[in-house]
């Protein structure tokens, strides 16, 4: 399977290449960490569009 932009993605790699696929991923999970909201500012975010349906 490949990258999908809402999908799994399988991690298939040789030996010597799983150090860093798995720091690639790391550091797309750090950045998506980075950037998202609090949990207290997430459930106010759900909230608010829920109202506004």
Do not use: C
């Not at 399988?10 to 150090?19: F, M, Q």
């Not at 999970?29 to 106010?44: C, G, K, T, V, W």
């Amino acid at each position: 399977m490949d990258d999908l932009p809402a999908g799994l993605t399988w991690v298939r790699a040789a030996p010597e290449d799983a150090e860093a696929q798995l720091q690639k991923y790391r550091t797309l999970l750090s950045r998506i960490e980075d950037i998202a909201l609090a949990p207290e500012r997430s459930r106010d975010f759900v909230h608010t569009i829920g109202r506004n349906l």
